[in-house]
């Protein structure tokens, strides 16, 4: 659970703000998106999957600009 003294910041709309960040650091988010419906386990693998690949890209891609710049 998230909560935020109002009291510690000037206004409101500052509180809001830091409530946010702190809900997204601490995964509230995605968590309730995870389970707004269910998604099957299949589903659940093949989308691990092409995370993992996305992510492999990324890092291939920076190494090869990493090595083209030296």
Excluded: W
């Amino acid at each position: 659970m998230v909560t935020i003294n109002v009291e510690n910041y000037d206004s409101f709309s500052q509180a809001l703000k830091r409530f946010k960040i702190e809900c997204q650091q601490s995964g509230l988010s995605s968590e309730i998106k995870r389970h707004q419906e269910y998604e099957k386990p299949t589903e659940r693998k093949r989308k691990k999957k092409l995370k993992a690949i996305r992510r492999q890209r990324r890092k291939m891609l920076k190494l090869e600009r990493i090595k083209n710049y030296y």
